[in-house]
């Protein structure tokens, strides 16, 4: 008799433990508002591009866009590595025409080729292209290995040669792994420009989407003459220059 | 038989000592204030909020994992999950005000993950500080 | 030629243990230094965002390189069925692993987040010749144990033709890939020359057998075995026709360069005005990686000579040394032609400098250690060498 009975309390409390339990987890506060909502993933409607047009952009202009790029990216305050091991996303490139000896002025980085070397030879696919078109490494796959480096036409990757601290906290960087421009992406996704497009307030450097055929940069890339970098390697580069 | 008994007590006594070893994780500045305003932090529906919390350290690796592939690569942003959100709340700050850095010795990560032995690679690349208000 | 005994080195002589000790020493050197490089990053290196890849590299491919020629032996005998170099086989198969495995340490621990391998298994990019080239090392160690194993054990050997075909089409392949890591990239005057992967692969030839050759000759020589002229005469010809056919190649590749006017410029930097560049590619990979040991392998003043072919072995080593020095770092550090008919004045264009640094050359040299660490103890583990190697045991024409 004394067993039932301690069956029957045992069974009950448990029975009322479970339900109270289900019942106030339920009517516990919701603490949060509610989660904020995912956007949706970028699709290949859109092809971010760069027009830079060398003949309206100054020196001065082209300093301005390599320093907004340090102050949004974070790079260029590394201490220990010197002279070709510091990081430059974006350099200042002055050319001569060795025929007529005339002098442009431009700025170069990474072109966002539309069939980017780097990711062709990267072992891991750290070095990746989104779907519209800007390319990006995943650092998290990165091992370091150079090899995009290598294979990248326009010197547009840089090494990270030394211990990081104080980074951007929208651009996480580190030893060990390689980095270039990313066009911005993390300002691109919320609708805005580069920091090197917004830094300069002519249309020296125009930003948009290159398959858009209302954007600025589509109609100029059309009545303006413009060419890619090393054009003959048939990359399709994003990045696009008038006057060179 | 009272060997028996010797070994058995010493064992319980052991794994009562282990567990009494109640290092409260250093919250962080937010999430202590959070915690003293009576809210409950990363509550999911349908489960208790102790329950929750269990699931939040049990699964915050998978849960970073997979949302940072969808942000890097397919540039889905927002969202409840974001590295940088972790450190916002989970940083500490010193005398001076300054924040410490969320790695650092006896701040909020080491101290589990000191204790489970599992090194901590996301702040080799990631900012350890809640980013500057301009 | 009679049965040939196999035997497994005594190993316990002063002289083997002061070899173990001080090729340890350069291991446990190369370690120091990959975690001073690992720990500060790589500043600490000459390596820059202009030259990616230095010295740890050039030691890595060399003995990558050399790994896939110093199998050549085995499959000479296997493949070609040349009886003389049979009982050369199972040496063959370890000094090609020995050197895979130094070379593939050096690689591996250079990378900027060597903690990351798994990701380079895990997470594969088929595009990318560098990951195949992951698969096609990992399958040479596994074809080669294989290859191995079915020479050592008795009742396995009717197979160990079979199979050394298979290593024999795969090491090909492998070096293929190797070269094409630098063929395939287009963006470098320097590299975008499909000549380069067949050009590694007589590469293979040349080092590995000059390793094979002084590995051979000291053991024998160390351990007081009979090493007869019949073998080394064989190996002495071969050798010597691997060196002449690299230069030919060579020669191709450069003369084809050199007929395009748009790789004018980097030719113009190897062969000429590229300073160390230059000096490394005439004086070292040429005359003394090419010319000498060519001299002393055919003059009549030394042909036969063992110290001499030891010498030439030497040489022939350091030219290649030489040689993957200028391709991988002189065609790092000559520019891109970022436009042509146009000077650039700021910004880019310059020859890269390079200096290496110490931690980077002990990393390579353990490496190096470590392939000649692992031959030096496995010929005392398993019965490698045969245990004469006379002319009346070895040779299958000797007249008795």
């Known amino acids: 008799m004394k067993e039932l009975n301690r069956r029957e309390f045992i069974k009950n409390t448990t029975v009322a433990t479970a339900s109270v339990a289900t019942v106030a987890s339920g009517i516990s506060l919701t603490t949060f508002a509610a989660d904020p909502k995912e956007s949706d993933p970028v699709t290949n409607e859109k092809r971010w591009g760069m027009l830079i047009d060398a003949n309206k952009l100054s020196e001065v202009d082209i300093d301005d866009m390599v320093n907004a790029c340090q102050e949004e990216q974070g790079w260029g305050g590394e201490v220990h590595s010197t002279g070709d091991q510091k990081s430059g996303w974006i350099k200042k490139v002055k050319v001569r025409d060795t025929a007529t000896q005339r002098v442009s002025n431009l700025a170069l980085m990474c072109q966002h080729c539309e069939e980017p070397p780097c990711v062709d030879v990267c072992p891991t696919n750290a070095s990746m292209k989104r779907e519209d078109g800007i390319v990006l490494v995943d650092k998290h796959r990165c091992i370091g290995c150079r090899y995009c480096m290598m294979a990248c036409p326009y010197d547009a990757r840089s090494f990270v040669h030394e211990d990081l601290t104080d980074q951007k906290e929208h651009m996480p960087r580190g030893k060990g792994t390689v980095e270039s421009c990313t066009m911005c992406v993390h300002k691109v996704d919320k609708g805005e420009q580069p920091a090197c497009a917004q830094a300069v307030s002519s249309d020296a450097v125009i930003f948009g989407d290159l398959l858009d055929p209302t954007s600025n940069i589509h109609q100029t890339l059309k009545n303006v003459q413009s060419t890619q970098i090393r054009a003959d390697l048939n990359l399709n580069t994003g990045v696009r220059y008038s006057g060179i | ?134 | 030629m009679s049965i040939i005994r196999y035997e497994q080195t005594q190993g316990k002589s002063l002289g083997f243990y002061a070899l173990i000790a001080g090729l340890g020493a350069f291991v446990l050197a190369a370690l120091g230094s990959v975690y001073f490089m690992e720990h500060n990053g790589h500043y600490v290196t000459g390596m820059s965002n202009r030259i990616v890849w230095g010295l740890p590299h050039v030691f890595a491919l060399f003995l990558i390189v050399a790994a896939s020629g110093a199998l050549n032996i085995a499959s000479i005998a296997s493949v070609f069925n040349k009886k003389i170099y049979k009982p050369l086989s199972r040496l063959s198969g370890l000094v090609a692993l020995a050197l895979l495995a130094g070379g593939l340490m050096v690689l591996v621990l250079d990378l900027g987040r060597p903690d990351r391998l798994i990701i380079a298994m895990t997470e594969y990019n088929f595009e990318s010749i560098f990951a195949w080239n992951i698969i096609l090392y990992n399958g040479f160690f596994l074809i080669v144990g294989i290859y191995l194993w079915m020479m050592f054990e008795r009742r396995m050997n009717k197979y160990s033709r079979k199979v050394g075909i298979a290593a024999f089409t795969w090491r090909l392949i492998l070096t293929t890939g190797t070269g094409s890591i630098f063929g395939f990239l287009v963006a470098r005057q320097a590299y975008d020359a499909v000549i380069m992967a067949p050009m590694f692969v007589v590469m293979s030839f040349a080092f590995g057998l000059a390793f094979f050759v002084l590995v051979l000759m000291a053991s024998y020589k160390w351990t007081e075995r009979a090493l007869g002229d019949a073998i080394v005469n064989r190996l002495s010809n071969l050798l010597g026709v691997f060196v002449a056919s690299v230069l030919y190649f060579v020669a191709v590749y450069h003369l084809g360069n050199l007929y395009l006017a748009e790789n004018s410029g980097v030719e113009n930097f190897i062969l000429m005005d590229g300073g160390i560049y230059t000096q490394l590619f005439w004086y070292g990979q040429i005359i003394l990686g090419g010319l000498l040991p060519l001299a002393l392998l055919y003059s009549p003043a030394t042909k036969g000579n063992r110290s001499m072919l030891g010498l030439a072995s030497v040489l022939i080593i350091l030219g290649g040394i030489a040689q993957l020095y200028v391709i991988i770092i002189g065609g790092q550090a000559y520019p891109m032609e970022l436009f042509p008919g146009k000077e650039i004045l700021v910004g880019y264009g310059s020859i890269a400098a390079y200096t290496p640094t110490l931690p980077e050359l002990m990393l390579g040299l353990g490496g190096m250690a470590v392939a000649l660490i692992a031959i030096t103890y496995l010929i005392k583990f398993l019965p490698f060498l045969p245990e004469s190697l006379a002319d009346d045991v070895a040779d299958p024409h000797h007249k008795s």
């Open chain 2, 1 to 134: 038989m009272s060997r028996l008994l010797i070994v058995l007590l010493s064992v319980m006594l052991s794994i009562t000592a282990a567990h009494a070893d109640h290092h409260i994780p250093n919250l962080g500045e937010k999430a202590n204030e959070f915690k003293d305003d009576g809210k409950k932090a990363h509550k999911r529906e349908g489960m208790s909020h102790a329950a929750s919390l269990i699931m939040q350290r049990k699964m915050h690796p998978e849960l970073l994992s997979h949302k940072r592939d969808k942000t890097l690569r397919q540039g889905v942003r927002g969202g409840y999950t974001q590295l940088q959100k972790c450190v916002d709340c989970h940083t500490s700050v010193d005398k001076n005000g300054e924040h410490i850095p969320v790695n650092a010795p006896d701040q909020f990560c080491s101290t589990c993950h000191e204790k489970v032995g599992v090194s901590l690679d996301c702040f080799s690349c990631h900012r350890t500080t809640p980013a500057e208000d301009m």
